[in-house]
């Protein structure tokens, strides 16, 4: 008998081969999910820790000055173990070794710009703070500089850090859409994936050293730059130029706020004789509750406004669009009249509102955004103030951390 043997072995055929990349498809439509998921829960639950680490060293910092936290609300970054720009840098540079314009950078630049301890594993591009460091999170202003012993009895509800930025899966969908949620840390050191707590009082104040407020105009507050200054407002909008005097108490990076130009005219306003900042801009952002249903008319008032500018916008869609919202009707630049006005019929559900100003030139005069609303016969109703309308009461406004 004779014995053959094959000379080859019989490949795959098209129809097999189309079978196992299929198969090989369904795998990967199967397993990949799963393993973004799983990375996903990853950086936010690194992303929680970081911002507890953050809240863990201002507590630390509070709890040996017999509860009080630093003023400054970037200090921590010295409790976390870095430097800040107004120490020696970190190969001997001098105070004030941090410029991000400098270019090509130095060597604390470098190094302070590759920490990773203040920035989400999850956020691409996160804000540089005034210490060249990448930081994803904002210590809130009922925090930084309070004294935490008087929080005490409250300290579960009282928001002391929050991420900048909505990036981690909340499990929540709008419209078939999920929702992406940021961290908040608790005054207790707990950690929420979102806030689902009240409005706080007062809007979020911002200000910059600058002399116009394009670069900050309908910017998300999640991407606005670092602020030189920045507090939670609570008085009404509108007064004198006193008000200016905090900027001159808080001087940013080294700047003055060109306040000796001012000094130097010798300027005294109101007999107060304090010297008046020029080129700055202030952003307010937070929420309006509208008291009644009607049509309200804007005034964006200052006595001055040659040499300044001021505008507002306001949500087109209630509180569905976010305390991050950028989805707003703008009203401005300034003038004497009414000549902005908004048809407000959904008053259940808070408005989010942005309020800016800035000023090119010394500035010491009287500032107001005020209110009316038409009371639908053809008169103002006497609610707000009637036909001379009203400052904008701060109990109508609030904000989200």
């Known amino acids: 008998m004779k014995w053959t043997q094959e000379s080859g072995r019989r490949g795959f055929t098209f129809v097999e081969l189309m079978v196992l990349i299929i198969v090989l498809a369904l795998l990967a439509m199967l397993v990949v999910p799963a393993l973004r998921r799983t990375q996903a829960t990853a950086m936010a639950a690194d992303c929680a820790a970081r911002a507890r680490a953050i809240a863990a060293a201002i507590s630390s910092y509070a709890s040996i000055w017999d509860g009080w936290t630093n003023p400054d609300k970037d ?4 409790e976390m173990g870095f430097k800040l720009s107004s120490d020696e840098g970190y190969f001997g540079e001098g105070p004030g070794w941090y410029d991000p314009d400098t270019n090509p950078p130095n060597a604390s630049e470098l190094y302070a710009s590759r920490v990773k301890d203040l920035r989400c594993p999850a956020d691409a591009k996160p804000n540089m703070n005034r210490h060249g460091i990448p930081q994803s999170y904002v210590v809130t202003s009922t925090f930084g500089g309070s004294n935490i012993k008087s929080l005490y009895d409250s300290a579960d509800r009282v ?3 929050k991420e ?14 999920a929702v992406d949620e940021c961290h908040y840390v608790f005054a207790d050191l707990h950690v929420e994936l979102g806030y689902s707590g009240p409005v706080l009082p007062g809007l979020r104040a911002r200000a910059w050293h600058q002399g116009s407020y394009s670069s900050i105009k309908g910017v998300a507050e999640s991407k606005l730059k670092s602020p030189d ?17 905090v900027l001159n108490q808080n001087p940013a990076g080294g700047q003055d706020w060109n306040i000796t130009h001012s000094d130097a005219q010798g300027w005294s ?3 107060w004789g304090q010297r008046w900042p020029i080129n700055f801009c202030w952003r307010w952002d937070g929420v309006v509750n509208f008291p009644g249903k009607g049509r309200y008319e804007f005034n964006l008032y200052q006595d001055r406004y040659g040499h300044e500018s001021a505008e507002i916008g306001i949500g087109l ?39 800016l100003f800035w000023s090119g030139s010394d500035w010491h005069g009287s500032w107001s955004f005020k209110w009316r609303v038409q009371d639908g016969y053809g008169n103002y109703d006497s609610l707000l103030g009637g036909n001379a309308g009203q400052v904008i009461n701060m109990n109508y406004c609030g904000h989200y951390p």
């Open 75 to 78: 200090d921590f970054v010295k």
């Open 159 to 161: 928001v002391a850090l």
């Open 317 to 355: 869609m209630g509180r569905g669009e976010g305390a991050d919202s950028t989805y707003l009707e703008w009203f401005g630049p300034p003038n004497q009249g009414w000549a902005y006005n908004k048809m407000i019929t959904n008053v259940s559900d808070p408005y989010p509102v942005q309020l």
């Open 269 to 271: 306003w109101g007999g």
């Open 164 to 177: 900048a930025g909505k990036r981690h899966p909340s499990g929540i969908t709008r419209g078939g859409v």
């Open 229 to 245: 200054y920045e507090t939670v407002w609570t008085g009404n909008l509108g007064g004198d130029g006193k008000w200016l005097y």
